[in-house]
């Protein structure tokens, strides 16, 4: 029981933390108030994102799982074109420079709940590049969704084995939260600690690591759909 929780939130933590790790729009202006303002800023400023990018994974979430009978009837396809979607997502992140963004930026004065809530806004504004990108690592990872529509459209809510189905899907959008929250913990408290000695340049770097390890991702992707 605790070995398939631990699975279930694994695939979830999978998702949203690849799905987090680009530095895009939001990830840019997330740093600048890291460096401007300091770790707490750029924390809760990634949890405003986190969050948002959370909500957009329901919605995500939803269609996969209205489309699951589909999914899984043409999975070969759907897993190649999802493989292929990522590594050009990959290899866009890999040749994108942030750094003349990250110049431009300056983050004004505000109060923490504001940092929060511009991001939270800001990203959730960005849902139409940002759901099918969620969609396509879900797809990816090949998440199991233990509850798709035709179980909804007939479930019997008073039996346990359906309680567990929904705790399942509940799971998966928890390990997701935590992926995604992880990464935005992992890259403020990075950019804090060497704040001091902290260049735009060095996001150039880590822009070049996302897009190597993306594209890595979608490329095994391919490999296994492949040899299959």
Known sequence: MLVEIIKILFGGFCVGLASSV???P??????????????LSGLMSGLGIACADTLMAILA????????SYIDQYST??????????VIVGILI?????????????????????DFASMFGFTLANFVVIIPYILAFFTMFNIDLALDASQVATADMDTL????????????????????????????ATINIFRKGFRPRHMLTINRIAGVVISALGIITLISVIIE
């Open 22 to 24: 680009t530095v895009g």
């Open 26 to 39: 939001v990830a840019v202006l997330c740093i600048q108030r890291t460096l401007s303002k300091g770790h």
């Open 61 to 68: 979430f939803s269609v996969y799982a209205l489309l699951k």
């Open 77 to 86: 396809i759907i897993q190649f074109c999802g493989g292929v979607f990522v």
């Open 94 to 114: 890999f040749f994108k420079n942030p750094v003349p963004q990250i110049r431009k930026n300056r983050a004004g004065e505000s109060a923490l709940w504001q």
């Open 161 to 188: 084995p359906q309680v567990g189905r929904w705790m399942t899907n509940v799971l998966v959008l928890a390990g997701f939260l935590l992926g995604a929250t992880s990464w935005w913990l992992a890259l403020t």
